[in-house]
């Protein structure tokens, strides 16, 4: 036994153990009976473990809140069983994963890959709860499905042995089977009506009488083509006209302040609207059942105002899938002599299953070039456009072998189709690209947009910065300029302002464009072409975007994962080749270019051939949930909400539900349907009295939350409880509108993560798995654990899995590799956060009786860094002296500090400057100089307070949003390993900007789990900016200049910790003046740049030897021994051995908010306070031992050792408890002065 969670029991809600959780099992109060006996029983399935379990229960009378996790299992149980008569084989995970949703009673969004049998869930739940008198309605898109749907439900009512009145009409219903059916709905005749979502739109007043139970949409996308169809599907589930004209005045209001940012005047009102109207909405919720709504999707892009009524009237968004998920092989050839030829024998090679793309400046005619060469060849090919959609159909039963099209964004071919059982392959007959005339007097503001991208790489200075301001500009009014272009009256101010700005901007290209030097510059970049076509200068760019969408209909996400796919480029343009290498690796980390003939193709087209045939055997149900489960129902839980959107984002728009207040993002991977939810950091603490109660003397039993029994200590942990409106935090219950540090408010609200536990206990039990994926380190695995232990009664499996970066890649890894929760890591933190506990409040409670103030504390380890502030402040006192700072007649400076305290300091700087000084011993000497590691914890935060002037604790908090948008790697780290993956984003980086001869690879430390503090993609400051400036990269929290600043110092460190070693000139001389004399030295020339090239070393003159003639001495009175910086305290705290790199800024700021130490405003410097000096005096005398720097330490060492394995944490602990029995009860107060 570990611990004991208070209102945890899965029955009664009280206190229970973290083994009988384990066993799924109530607390002992409730059970008492052996854990071996709960342990046998576990051998058997899951229900009837808990069915045992509820019939032990009832024997003791003890049966309360534990019938209800059994009955949940018993009606899946059951769905799965009349399921299974109705299918003839079992249910797919997902499909359990739904049916689960719907058991809880909540709408919700289906958003899956094709073959996961999302309209055959659909019916059998329509069925389910028509057996049990409830009326439901089946709307899908066409008349063939409505056919479909009843033939389904007809088969499935036989094979089950129900009578279902099941409803169908559709366009070819005729005569008196139509009137049939009207009678039958105008009374209500039926359990099931199905059909098409354009039935609704026409028929709905013969509908709107009726209130249905369940309303399952096939296919929402279809419903969504009227948006009236949302106001008429929720009246059918019982809300009335004016619900739903309040839940639109709440989206208004909402989508009003989010476009104002709340700052403008009417901010107080639109709240208002918001408030009220989401009470009115929950108070008709209450008194009115309405029925559940579910939608199922498998593109799914709604917009518009009326589907946010989703979310606000039934708790769920509507997703959409990823379109830039991919694996695909992305190969090249080089230049040929002809397109077509080399086309034909890369079809011949891979067969049928393709797609052929044309650049769009070659068009269809080239389009149908290709096509007639291809059919010379033998190979069935055919052009494919709007007009011969028949030429898709042909495509599909493999009549037609490889389709031919333009590689336009907006095309059919790169767009429009969805076939990952049929497409293998992608063939670019040239590089896609766009061209386009450089004249602009008639250019779109697309054509604008993107020759001022395409300047901007060749601009400098106040003309690059105009550039990009107007590129954001653009970016941002892109979707209005396309109409306002086309309209010319009535225009509001606003949009008078964003035409005008696009006639500035067209200008000001046109105005660069008439220059020679930047059309020279044009000529010479890289990654572009300029033609002259018909005497007429066009530039032709790289289409990115295109490639990525037409190539990745290679591979889809199917039931079973992301299908394999090649996309091979036929280059006809070398520049315009390496633009797209480049722009494609800015777009999509997982693109890696590879030479054709540098692959083993025929392996490549193994792999897929296999993809394409699991794909068929899906579609075709020749595989079952028991041969092969493909999909896997997940629920995966993180630490911030900030971290959950990002990673939702990698798999397209997620759908959304509201569980108990908590958003849950949910998504589809391939293999895992996956629902995401943050847990907001720690859920659990020790338990505390309120601060008005005095904990009573349980020394023989408790000890501050720990309880004390036979020389073993078991904390107790509950909720943690905080403050909205301040962010106080406490574990002892209160009520919802007192902070304990506010007082009592009606507008402050008490947030307990105790209604987060109750959304995730909901959401595990929806699932098969549930993955706990916290920061990876001992404190995130402590909360994991912690999440862990308390859903062990509702959830099937519970693993861990661990990243050190949020992206896709590092993501999908991730969730390949579950591992268990790391015991000894739990043990580890356990010890730290009793310690902390013990030793805080033993020698807070002694500092309160001595200074008779209660708002002091003590730590271990805040107390010895502490003294470190008091004992550099008092060197600093002692060390003040005469410096002189002489400026040499060549501007070179030299600092004499080593000149006797006794000479009168101005006569001495009048005598140096007549008489000059005597440069001595002059040499030169060649140096090669490494660079430096890159960050590490430590490193990163001394460095943001020497250069960026941040505090420790801001500078982690920026980190730390760095680090959940997917910027870059774990920010708390002491390792400085870089991986395979940091040397590939340094190597594409430095090859590109510097040649790939200044990349060192260098991996600083040896192979360990934790990596060094790195960007994830080779994106430079500016590049990044230029990319979220562009809609490329969409960062899902705005970036602060604070951000950008500590961007851009981790990414210059850490390439320059991958770049050659520089090769320099160091001078060393002696300066002399009298008697007195200082060696001096630096650096005066770089013959080898290297790493200089991005951390640039600062050089100094050279100098000659003989007398040299002085034009300032200036003499100050400064400290020998300077004050402690954030950063500097932090850097000694890592070499004395003292915290860690999660606790770093957490001391410093403790201090600072106890009045301890401040910080000067200007110089960033710490200094003690006269409080903070009498309480480290006080603790010293009286506990120097306890908390003294080697005692620290060694403790430090300690909890190293257990998080190894190699020492018993129940050992440390009684060592530490002995350690506060010695302590003296009571402290005498102060004297008074």
């Keep these: 036994m570990k611990a004991i969670f208070e209102n945890a029991c899965p029955n009664c809600g009280g206190p229970i153990d973290d083994e009988r959780l384990m066993l799924s099992a109530p607390c002992r109060n409730c059970l008492d009976i052996p854990d071996e006996q709960l342990k046998q029983l576990m051998s058997s399935n899951l229900l009837d473990y808990r069915k045992k379990i509820v019939e032990l229960l009832e024997q003791k009378g003890t049966l309360q809140k534990y019938a209800e996790v059994e009955l949940f299992e018993r009606e899946v149980a059951d769905f799965k069983e009349t399921a299974k008569k109705a299918l003839g084989v079992d249910l797919w995970d997902a ?19 094709t073959g996961l049998g999302k309209t055959t869930f659909g019916l059998l739940y329509a069925l389910r709860m028509a057996m049990r008198g409830k009326k439901c309605y089946v709307m899908v898109p066409t008349s063939v499905l409505v056919e479909q749907a009843r033939k389904k439900l007809d088969d499935y009512s036989a094979k089950i042995g129900v009578n279902v009145r099941i409803l169908c009409y559709h366009a070819g219903i005729k005569g008196e089977e139509r009137e049939a059916i009207w009678k039958a709905i105008e009374s209500g005749d039926f359990d099931i009506l199905v059909t098409t979502s354009q039935f609704l739109a026409r028929y709905f007043e013969k509908l709107k009488g009726i209130r249905f139970d369940l309303v399952f949409v096939d296919d929402v996308d279809a419903l969504l083509k009227a948006s009236k169809n949302i106001e008429r599907v929720l009246q059918l589930l019982g809300f009335t006209p004016k619900i739903i004209e309040t839940a639109l005045d709440v989206i208004r209001a909402k989508r009003w302040l989010t476009a104002r940012a709340g700052k403008e005047e009417g901010s107080e009102v639109q709240l208002k609207i918001i408030r009220e109207g989401q009470e009115e909405i929950e108070r008709f919720k209450r008194e009115n059942k309405v029925g559940m709504l579910i939608v199922s999707t498998a593109t799914g892009k709604p917009r518009g105002l009326r589907v946010k009524l989703f979310r606000e009237l039934l ?27 080399m086309v034909a024998e890369l079809v011949q090679r891979l067969g049928g299953g393709g797609l052929i793309y044309v650049p769009m400046d070659m068009g269809i005619d080239y389009a149908e070039h290709v096509a007639g060469y291809l ?20 495509f599909v039963n493999g009549e037609i072998e490889v389709l031919v099209g333009v590689a336009n964004y907006y095309g059919l071919l790169v767009r429009g189709i969805d076939l990952p059982q049929r497409i293998r392959y992608a063939i670019f007959a040239g590089v896609p690209r766009i061209r386009f005339s450089l004249a602009v007097e008639e250019a779109s503001p697309m054509r604008v947009l993107q020759l001022l991208i395409e300047l901007r790489e060749v601009l400098e200075g106040d003309e690059k910065k105009k550039a990009e301001a107007m590129i954001a500009r653009l970016s941002r009014d892109m979707d209005v300029l396309q109409v306002l272009i086309k309209k010319v009256e009535g225009l509001t101010s606003r949009q008078k302002l964003v035409l005008r700005r696009f006639e500035e901007a067209k200008e000001f290209v046109s105005s660069l464009l008439r220059r020679s030097d930047v059309r020279r510059k044009l000529e010479e970049n890289p990654y572009v072409s300029i033609k002259e076509i018909e005497g007429k200068l066009y530039i032709v760019i790289p289409d990115a975007p295109t490639y990525i969408q037409a190539s990745g209909r290679t591979s889809r996400v199917f039931a079973g994962g ?14 315009v080749f390496s633009g797209l290498v480049r722009k494609t690796k800015w777009m999509s980390e997982e693109i890696e270019w590879r030479k054709l003939s540098e692959v083993d193709l025929d392996k490549l087209v193994k792999e897929v051939n296999k993809d394409r045939k699991l794909i068929s055997d899906i579609l075709a149900g020749k595989i079952s949930a028991k041969t092969l489960e493909l999909v896997k129902s997940a629920l995966l839980i993180v630490e911030s909400p900030n971290k959950a959107k990002t990673i939702a984002s990698f798999f397209g728009r997620p759908a959304k539900r509201i569980i108990n207040g908590i958003r849950t993002y949910e998504v589809s991977t391939g293999k895992y349907v996956l629902s995401i939810v943050a847990s907001g950091g720690h859920v659990y603490d020790l338990v505390t009295p309120p601060p008005n109660e005095r904990e009573e003397d349980k020394s023989a039993k408790e000890l501050h939350g720990v309880l004390v029994e036979d020389n073993k200590f078991i904390p107790r942990y509950t909720s943690i409880k905080r403050c909205r409106k301040c962010g106080e935090q406490f574990t002892y219950p209160i009520d919802k509108h007192v902070c304990p540090k506010m007082g009592s408010k009606e507008t402050i609200e008490i947030e307990d993560a105790a209604e987060r536990i109750k959304s995730f206990k909901e959401l595990a039990r929806e699932v098969s798995l549930v993955l706990i994926g916290t920061d ?19 959830a099937k499996e519970i693993k861990r899995i661990e990243f050190h970066e949020i992206t896709r890649r590092a993501i999908l890894k991730a969730l390949e590799q579950p591992r268990e929760i790391d015991e000894k890591m739990v043990e580890a933190q356990i010890v730290r956060r009793i310690e902390d506990r013990w030793i805080g409040f033993e020698l807070s409670k002694r500092l309160w009786q001595y200074f008779n103030n209660n708002r002091l504390s003590a730590g271990r380890v805040q107390t010895p860094v502490l003294g470190w502030v008091i004992e550099r402040a008092e060197e600093w006192n002692r060390s003040w002296r005469w410096v002189y700072i002489v400026t040499l007649e060549n501007g070179v400076k030299i600092v004499l500090d080593n000149i006797p305290q006794d000479i009168d300091h101005n006569e001495f700087s009048r005598k140096i400057f007549n008489q000059g000084l005597v440069i001595e011993n002059l040499e030169f000497s060649e140096e090669v100089i490494n660079p430096p590691p890159p960050y590490t914890t430590d490193t990163m935060l001394r460095d943001a307070s020497a250069k960026l002037r941040l505090s420790a604790t801001e500078t982690m908090k920026i980190a730390q949003d760095l680090f959940e948008l997917g910027f870059i790697t774990y920010h708390r780290t002491d390792s400085t390993r870089v991986s395979d993956a940091g040397m590939n984003v340094a190597k594409t980086y430095i090859s590109e900007a510097f040649g790939e001869q200044l990349f060192k690879a260098r991996s600083w430390m040896m192979e360990g789990a934790h990596e060094c503090i790195r960007p994830t993609r080779p994106l430079n400051t500016s590049r990044l900016l230029e990319l979220i400036r562009e809609g490329v990269i969409r960062p899902i929290k705005r970036l602060t200049s604070d ?13 320059a910790s991958q770049m050659a070693p520089a090769k320099v000139v160091k001078q060393k001389f002696t300066a002399r003046v009298d008697s007195f004399s200082k060696e001096v030295e630096g650096y005066v020339d770089v013959v080898e740049e290297g790493y200089t090239k991005v951390m640039p070393l ?16 200036t003499p100050i009175r400064k400290p020998d021994v300077k004050l402690f910086t954030q950063g500097e305290l932090v850097q000694l705290m890592k070499e004395r051995g003292i915290g860690r790199p999660s606790t770093y800024a957490k001391i410093i700021d403790v201090l600072r908010r106890r009045g301890y130490i401040i910080e000067s405003k200007y110089r960033k410097e710490l200094l003690p306070t006269k409080i903070g000096r009498r309480v480290y005096d006080f603790l010293k005398k009286m506990f120097g031992d306890m908390v003294s720097e080697e005692r620290t330490r ?6 190293d050792l257990i998080e190894r394995g190699e020492l018993d944490y129940q050992r440390v602990l009684s060592e530490f408890y002995e350690e506060i029995k010695q302590l003296p009860p009571e402290i005498e107060a102060m004297p008074m002065a």
């Design 776 to 794: 990876p380190d001992v404190e995130g695995e402590k909360i994991g654990w912690d999440v862990g232990v308390v859903l062990r009664p509702y």
């Design 562 to 575: 992301i299908s394999k796919g090649i996309s091979i480029v036929i280059v006809d343009d070398e520049k």
């Design 1098 to 1113: 600062r050089l100094t003159k050279r100098v000659k030897e003989g007398m040299v003639s002085v034009i300032n001495v």
């Design 315 to 341: 708790g769920f968004e509507v997703g959409s899938k990823a379109e830039q998920i991919r694996n695909v092989a992305d190969l090249y050839v080089p230049q040929v002599a002809d397109l077509k030829i």
């Design 95 to 113: 499909q359990v994963n739904w049916a689960c949703k719907a058991l809880s009673g909540k709408s919700f969004a289906i958003t899956a890959p």
């Design 1043 to 1055: 951000h950008i600043r500590l961007y851009d110092m981790i990414f210059t460190r850490f390439i």
């Design 375 to 394: 059919r010379e060849c033998g190979i069935r090919a055919e052009v494919f456009y709007s007009k011969e959609k028949k030429r898709l159909e042909d």
């Design 1194 to 1199: 060694i403790v430090e060492e300690k909890m």
